[in-house]
């Protein structure tokens, strides 16, 4: 803190504010670095598709597959056997009654049948899946 007398006789108190904007400099570096590995979801490959629309900012059941196979339902790991309960739980609270599907791009076709069949037996009749835009070629 500076004070400073001046010919009045007048006690004048600043405050020092460098250490202030010291730490909130600091603060902003930290939340710049840690903001773009902060990954929403479960970290899958996804395949690319040219024709593609905008899914929803955020969605209420997202089933996500993984290439070794590892099913998860909002981020909750989940297994075949209990799929079917789990995401059952999952829509008595959603609003709308869509299921987005992220499954990795070199997962086995017949795992992803499989899935789909597990969801159908538990009612589920709108299925998104969820692609990358592919780039456009350019002739």
């Known amino acids: 803190m500076a004070v400073s007398v001046g010919k009045t006789g007048k006690v004048t108190s600043e405050p020092n504010v460098v250490p202030l904007c010291d730490v909130l400099l600091v603060l902003l570096i930290i939340f710049m670095v840690v903001t773009p590995l902060i990954q929403k979801g479960v970290d899958v490959r996804l395949p690319d598709a040219l024709n593609t629309i905008n899914m929803p900012e955020s969605p209420e059941v997202v089933l996500s597959i993984r290439k070794d ?3 998860y339902v909002n981020q909750e790991q989940a297994t ?3 799929l ?3 995401l059952e739980e999952a829509f008595l609270t959603a609003t709308e009654k869509k299921l987005y599907l992220r499954a990795d791009q070199n997962l086995e ?3 992803i049948i499989d899935i789909i ?3 159908k037996n ?4 709108i299925i998104g899946i969820i692609t ?3 780039a456009e070629r350019i002739d």
Request: glycine content about 14%.
């Open 69 to 71: 196979g590892t099913i």
């Open 80 to 82: 075949e056997e209990n």
């Open 84 to 86: 079917q309960t789990i």
């Open 109 to 111: 076709y017949g795992k």
């Open 117 to 119: 069949e597990i969801l």
């Open 122 to 125: 538990a009612g589920i009749e």
């Open 132 to 134: 990358e835009k592919k």
